[in-house]
């Protein structure tokens, strides 16, 4: 079980560029959500998905699509990236939540460090 | 507890101290907490959790508090390890639906020396 795995790890982009980061669970999760995470600050949710095909904005949306062809994984593209995009992105896949009160434990992968210059 | 802006709250221990990392929360209608360590260059790994019908939960050296009347979560970690040096996170479930969706708190440093 590789768990929740993301490519690449590193990355420099120039201002306008494009790019997609990738996220891979092997777990069967419904759930996937995208952060990022600046210094000092924690994580904050970009957008999440709760199955194959649907996708929904969190709070900070602006600037970035994302797309869950599959179950398995959850790409997010940068269409015309900004410095203000520089950041660590992560990827976590959480199972759908039964009633009654399971965990909301979200599984995270190893983070991709973007610059933007 | 958690402050704002770039400056993240610091605790420096010494090995085998007990340690309490503190936050707080805003919404009293969260129903569920959690904490997470995030190691240097590494993604948040799973603690321990709490629902807000309960007022402590123990797991392997790690205990969670939760005082619902002043808003306030604790994590406690008993004889403190080197390997326990990283950035801790309180998260909360306060959104309806929820969608398993978590706000995350600021983090504090905790830096154990030997």
């Known amino acids: 079980n590789a768990g929740v795995t993301q490519t690449p790890k590193f990355r420099v982009l120039k201002t306008g560029q494009s790019m997609t980061l990738l996220c891979a669970q092997d777990?069967?999760?419904?759930?996937m959500y995208w952060y990022r995470q600046d210094p000092g600050m924690g994580l904050r949710l970009i957008h999440y998905?709760?199955?194959?095909?649907?996708?929904a904005k969190g709070e900070v949306p602006d600037g970035y699509n994302v797309s869950r062809l599959k179950k398995q994984n959850f790409l997010l593209g940068l269409e015309s990236a900004a410095p203000s995009q520089t950041s660590v992105y992560f990827c976590a896949s959480s199972p759908k939540r039964s009633s009654g009160g399971s965990s909301y434990e979200q599984y995270f992968g190893p983070g991709t460090r973007l610059t933007v210059t | 507890g958690e402050s704002v802006g770039l400056h993240l709250p610091t605790l420096s221990v010494q090995e085998g101290d007990n340690s309490i990392i503190n936050c707080a929360y805003s919404?009293?209608?969260?129903?569920?907490f959690i904490w997470y360590k995030q190691e240097s260059g590494k993604g948040p790994q799973f603690i321990i959790d709490?629902?807000?019908?309960?007022d402590k939960r123990q797991g392997q050296r790690v205990t969670v508090l939760l005082n619902k009347t002043v808003k306030h979560l604790s994590l406690q970690i008993a004889a403190t390890q080197p390997g326990d040096s990283a950035v801790y996170f309180c998260a909360e479930n306060n959104r309806r639906p929820s969608y398993g969706k978590l706000t995350f708190g600021q983090g504090t440093i905790l830096t154990v020396h030997p």
């Open positions: 998905s709760v199955g194959e095909g649907t996708t």
């Open positions: 777990m069967n999760h419904e759930y």
């Open positions: 919404n009293s209608a969260s129903d569920y």
């Open positions: 709490i629902r807000s019908n309960m």
